[in-house]
């Protein structure tokens, strides 16, 4: 098993999430997170006053899935993001040693 983890611009969420529904991804964890990378955030002016925003708004998808469809869930959340420009965020695929469906007790593949 593998754990998918992406981080993305707010506004593509539909979108990924949609390209993983049609690869047959049944469930996905996200989360609100801030953050920066190489762009070290931007200036705002806000009432005549300058600020430094150094984290932007980013999502934090998490997800486990079998090892074959590890790739194409990668391929799937690279092109749902994608826009071309600097923040566009990064995918990490981490190994999963055991997974365990409390309600039923189900385990690895059977619990995702």
Known sequence: MKKVEAIIKPF???????ALHEIGVSGITVTEAKGFGRQKGHTELYRGAEYVVDFLPKVKLEVVISDDLADRVVEAIAAAAQTGRIGDGKIFVIPVE??????TG???DDAI
């Open 106 to 108: 189900e385990r690895n």
């Open 12 to 18: 593509k969420l539909d979108e990924v999430k949609e």
């Open 98 to 103: 055991s997974a365990l469906r409390i309600r």
